[in-house]
């Protein structure tokens, strides 16, 4: 066995040239399976460990560094590539003003996010040392390029390593300490480690993997018994989450926007069992400027009736008199009686779906959302009272992404999450599965349960753990009735924040940069 991974190993440090690009493609490609819905995590972590093997041959070579760039690029673009895919579907919407940004989307998207990885790989050629220590160095130089990935230029924080563990609940609860970054590391580290076994045998590192396994067995174990609580519901609540299932290309069509209002109405007032206390309908539900409609205004106030709570998703606009009108993604709270007690407009835009900055503009990109210019701003996030239940934090579709940026200060009890998935393609795209992990994954990291209406799924009652209470598949039409599960108390991670990562992170360069070696030099070991 130790002879195979020897070969293994000399095999793969020894490809140069395009066999090392694609190799490292290929490698990317497949450990995109990890995420959801496949959740196939060994190939993650062989696709680190790989990525680690092809700069130990870079730095053999004249130009280590930009041997290592290179293969660290084409990592990248092969995982963002297969795991985002899914993103050119929203490009087929409208199709007279989109279709021919797909290419260039298609390419720029994953070749742009690639060069994240493309950084961290050059910096851990350049300073490479033999040893475990390097393994330690392109950890943190990976780690760290992965935040930086999801908070600049306003962030995309989508699969990240730490959402690779999509097969294994109880390895997610860790991030209620450390959070998705804090989980992205030690994933990370965990599969670079087992460049060490695919040494020659005099060089092999058999503790660092070993340690590492032992370390995920303990976070498993410990995940599982956290699991083992199950918190009780918060009385009085009944939750019903809408999902209509409109087509996004069919929902502002003028002559089907009566029928898209009554199917909203029809599926609120079903008889389903116990009568919900609180119904969610999902982003931009209504097929119009709800505020401007008395009619559907009307009928929000029969549905509220005397005991009933309706929140939703909407578009609104504001008018200043000689100004261009400014349109918002908003979230709506009405109450009893179809009184409206807040509004809240989103704060975290999709690039280029929702704003484009003014410089790409006269390039002749445009929204894909199509309204006049871009989506105003909200400020957020924002905690709002809800009568009947505890206060919500609203989270509209994009917002959920990101880490430590869902709560404010007086923190929610719940969190409701309204999203149109029909932009991520059919019922089999992986990208309504892999924003659900991502929701599930942030109420695990604050202690929150989560109501999630999807505009054609996957709408969920999701427990403070992650659990799925309740929920509707995608490319499905009904509604999700569920009690509503009670908060945990503050995590350390949402006492604490990124702490626990930052200190993986100093750790880990400080070990990779001044740890001794046993030996010196620049060859593979």
């Known amino acids: 066995m130790a002879d195979i991974l020897d070969r293994a190993g000399a095999f793969v440090r020894a490809l140069t040239g395009w066999r090392r690009f694609l190799f490292a493609f290929v490698a990317g490609l497949l450990s995109a399976l990890s995420f959801a819905p496949f959740g196939l995590w060994p190939l993650l972590l062989l696709g680190f460990g790989a990525l680690a ?21 084409a990592f990248g673009f092969g995982q963002f590539l297969a795991g985002l895919y899914w993103v050119g579907y929203a490009f087929l ?12 989307i298609a390419l720029i998207l994953p070749g742009g996010l690639a060069l994240f990885i493309a ?5 851990s050629a350049y300073a490479w040392r033999p040893g475990w220590q390097r393994i330690f160095l392109f950890t943190a ?18 699969n990240l390593p730490g959402y690779g563990w999509d097969a294994s609940l109880a390895i997610l ?18 599969g670079a480690s087992l460049a060490l076994l695919f040494a020659p045998a005099r060089a092999k590192i058999w503790p660092v993997p070993a340690m590492l396994t ?22 009085g609540v009944r939750l019903r989450l809408v999902q209509p299932n409109v087509p996004q290309q069919d929902k502002f069509i003028p002559s089907l926007r009566a029928q898209h209002w009554r199917e909203l109405m029809d599926l609120s007032l079903a008889k389903n069992g116990p009568e919900p206390t609180h119904i969610i309908w999902p982003e931009s539900a209504p097929p119009f400027l709800l505020a401007r409609e008395a009619q559907a205004l009307d009928d929000v106030a029969i549905l509220t009736g005397t005991h009933r709570v309706l929140m939703t998703g909407a578009a609104r606009v504001e008018v200043t008199p000689g100004k261009e009108p400014t349109f918002f993604n908003s979230f709506y709270i009405f109450a009893h009686g179809g009184q409206l007690i807040a509004t809240y407009d989103k704060f975290h835009l999709v690039p280029f779906g929702e704003y484009v900055p003014s410089f790409l503009q006269t390039l002749g990109l445009s929204n894909v959302v199509n309204i006049p210019g871009s989506f105003g701003f909200g400020t957020g996030p924002k905690t709002f009272d809800v009568p009947g239940a505890p206060p919500v934090g609203p989270l509209i579709c994009y917002e959920i992404l990101f880490p430590g940026e869902v709560t404010a200060r007086d923190r929610p009890q719940w969190f409701v999450n309204v999203t149109d998935d029909s932009w991520f393609g059919p019922p089999s795209s992986s990208g309504p599965y892999q924003h659900l992990l991502i929701a599930r994954v942030r109420g695990i990291e604050e202690g929150l349960p989560i109501a999630r209406a999807a505009n054609t799924g996957i709408s969920a009652v999701i427990d403070p753990m992650g659990r799925i209470v309740a929920q509707l598949g995608s490319g499905k039409v009904g509604v999700v009735d569920s009690a509503l599960p009670a908060a945990l108390p503050e995590t350390f991670f949402a006492k604490f924040g990124e702490t626990g990562f930052l200190l993986m992170l100093i750790f880990a360069g400080a070990a990779g940069l001044f740890w001794p070696t046993a030996t010196s030099g620049r060859q593979a070991r």
């Open 141 to 158: 130089a990976y780690a760290a390029a992965e935040w930086v990935r999801g908070n600049i230029f306003t962030g995309f924080p989508w």
């Open 173 to 190: 609860q860790s991030v209620s300490v450390v959070g998705v970054y804090g989980l992205s590391f030690l994933t990370i580290l965990f």
């Open 119 to 123: 950084l961290a790989s050059a910096v």
């Open 53 to 73: 093997l092809l700069i130990d041959g870079a730095v053999t070579h004249a130009k280590p560094v930009r041997s290592a760039a290179f293969a660290g690029w």
């Open 93 to 104: 919407v409208d199709r007279a003003d989109h279709l021919w940004q797909l290419p260039f």
């Open 214 to 235: 032992l370390l995920f067995c303990l976070i498993w174990t410990g995940g599982a018994l956290r699991l083992n609580t199950v918190p009780p519901n918060v009385p």
